[in-house]
Structures are given as C-alpha cells and as structure tokens.
C-alpha cells in the first residue's frame, strides 16, 4: 500500500520570498501524483499533477513541482510566494494497479503561511 | 453549475442522534469517495463506490453507512453519532480506468459538529 509523508507541518515564509513545501512517497507500483490546495473553510483543489513524462510540472500560478522517481519525491516549488497563496497544501498518490488501486491517498498537509 | 455538490454544508446534532449527508456529481464519472478530515486537517478515505459497486472500505465503523443509488449520488448515513465523529467530510468523484488519471474533484465539505 502506498503512504505519503509531508515533512514540515507548517511554512512560514515572507512575501516574495521562495518556498518549497516537501513531499515523499512509498509504493510498490507506478503512481500519478498530485497537490491539492485547501483555502480556509474550502473544499481541495488540484493545484498540478504528475502523470508521466517531464518530470517537472507546472501550475498556472506559478507552483511547480519536481518528480524524483530515485528518491521518491514530489517537492513543490514557488520562486516568489504572495500573501494569496496562505492555505494549506496536500500531496497525493494514487497507485496504478494493485490492490489500493482508486484509492487517492494524502499526505498530513502543510500549511503555507505567506507574512507581508 | 457545481461540479461536486455536498448538503447539508452544515450539520450540527446531538450524540446519539442518526444523521445523513447526502452527495451528487454532475461529472458523468464511474466513481465517488468518501474523505473525513479531522480536527487536525489529515484526511482519511472512508468508502469509494465504482459504478454503485463498493471498491473501497477502509477500517470505518459500521456506524457510518454509504449509500449508491446510482454512479451520480454517494450518501452517508452514520447512526449514534459520537464525539469523535465531528469532523468534515468531503465527497469526491474521479473517472478511474484506462487513460484517466483518477483525479479526484471534491466538494466543498460537509462540517459535523457533534455535542
């Protein structure tokens, strides 16, 4: 079965300052990956997602994220982070067959916290 | 028009009371889920439906009952509410299957509030 680990709980960073939140994952099988971004009192929104080829992916505002297969990490980035972009982040991987095959599974989260 | 849509958004009751929160999708997809997110933001799959087949069902007492009437609407009935079953629950649909990605498209969350 596969697991996902966020190793910092919570990020506090300065406007315009560069953030990366971190992201690990453990499977037996091919996966997809992906964060979500949580707004307070809001649903999850996919925020990128790696599926297969290039292993970087980008998002429209700017996120982007790197997939390691040999250290099996998904590390997201942004150069420049604004006051908007304070919310909490999920890392995700769903497996590409076996037994847990559907089955979305999330990291702990970790909440980005952007000060002006 | 709301991709994924939760009622009640609010549910605040009584332990002991029974309660349902009911989940539709207008995406044509085969599969819907059920997440509970705690206190502490983690998130846990509780049931996944494939095409009104359960696929999933995680450790989850039998106090929480999912219901598929059909592949659109995924409801949750949970009998003698406890303390410790407030939380938000989020509903969430992907298309599984060859060529799709599983991506799953959550609702907007339902919070229990249990006292």
């Known amino acids: 079965a596969q697991s996902v680990t966020q190793l910092d709980s919570q990020v506090p960073v300065f406007e315009e300052a560069p953030v990366e939140l971190r992201c690990n994952y453990s499977?037996?099988?091919?996966?997809?990956l992906f964060w979500y971004v949580q707004y307070p009192n809001q649903g999850l929104q996919l925020l990128l997602k790696?599926?297969?080829?290039?292993?970087l992916v980008k998002s429209i505002n700017g996120f982007e994220a790197e997939f390691n297969k040999s250290q099996t990490s998904f590390h997201l980035r942004k150069p420049s982070v604004h006051i908007s972009d304070t919310a909490e982040y999920f890392c995700?991987?769903?497996?590409?067959?076996?037994?847990?095959?559907?089955?979305?599974?999330f990291g702990q989260g970790t909440i980005l916290t952007v000060h002006p | 028009d709301t991709a994924v849509s939760q009622t009640p958004k609010y549910l605040v009751t009584q332990m002991g009371n029974d309660k349902s929160i009911k989940c539709e999708q207008n995406?044509?997809?085969?599969?819907m889920y059920w997440y509970k997110q705690d206190s502490k933001k983690f998130l846990k799959i509780m049931f996944s439906?494939?095409?009104?087949?359960?696929?999933i069902n995680e450790t989850v007492p039998n106090r929480f009952s999912p219901k598929s009437p059909d592949k659109a609407h995924l409801n949750l009935h949970i009998n003698s509410l406890e303390l410790g079953d407030s939380a938000v629950y989020f509903c969430?649909?992907?298309?599984?299957?060859?060529?799709?990605?599983?991506?799953?498209?959550f609702g907007e969350g339902s919070r229990l509030t249990v006292l």
């Open positions: 499977s037996s099988v091919s996966v997809y």
């Open positions: 439906y494939n095409n009104k087949e359960l696929i």
């Open positions: 995700a991987v769903i497996e590409l067959g076996g037994t847990s095959y559907g089955k979305l599974t």
């Open positions: 969430a649909s992907s298309q599984l299957g060859a060529g799709n990605t599983g991506e799953l498209f």
């Open positions: 790696y599926l297969s080829g290039s292993t």
């Open positions: 995406l044509g997809h085969d599969t």
